[in-house]
Nanobody, 125 residues
Framework: QVQLQESGPGLVKPSQTLSLTCTVSGGSITTSDYYWNWIRQPPGKGLEWMGAIARDGSIYYSPPLKSHTSISRDTSKNQFSLQLSSVTPEDTAVYYC?????????????????WGQGTQVTVSS
């Protein structure tokens, strides 16, 4: 069974870069037609799709976040990562990695078939 697990610091200072990694087990990020997504949920708000990476390494970003978001992968470790630069307190959220069948660009939880448990990231000095 596929499992996803986010890891990274829980506290980031404003203007710094937030870096998170999603480790996938039970399936390879380079096989089958799955997309590996980053999604976040700020406190009191809904889900926000941030971007995704496909099995061939193609990367897709949410337009509003594209200028300061970077997604990459390490196939040897079966991991994919998120970097968000120049963070502000508005980037405080629970960050999730999730798998989808196809590029869904969705804020509906059920459009993703596997989720990590989520990791709280707070941006504060």
């Amino acid at each position: 069974q596929v499992q996803l697990q986010e890891s990274g610091p829980g506290l980031v200072k404003p203007s710094q870069t937030l870096s998170l990694t999603c480790t996938v087990s039970g399936g390879s990020i380079t096989t089958s037609d799955y997309y590996w997504n980053w999604i976040r949920q700020p406190p009191g708000k809904g889900l926000e799709w941030m971007g995704a990476i496909a099995r061939d390494g193609s990367i897709y970003y949410s337009p509003p976040l594209k200028s300061h978001t970077s997604i990459s992968r390490d196939t040897s470790k079966n991991q994919f990562s998120l970097q968000l630069s120049s963070v502000t307190p508005e980037d405080t959220a629970v960050y999730y990695c999730a798998r989808s069948s196809g590029l869904v660009v969705s804020t509906t939880r059920s459009d993703y078939d596997h989720w990590g448990q989520g990791t709280q990231v707070t941006v504060s000095s």
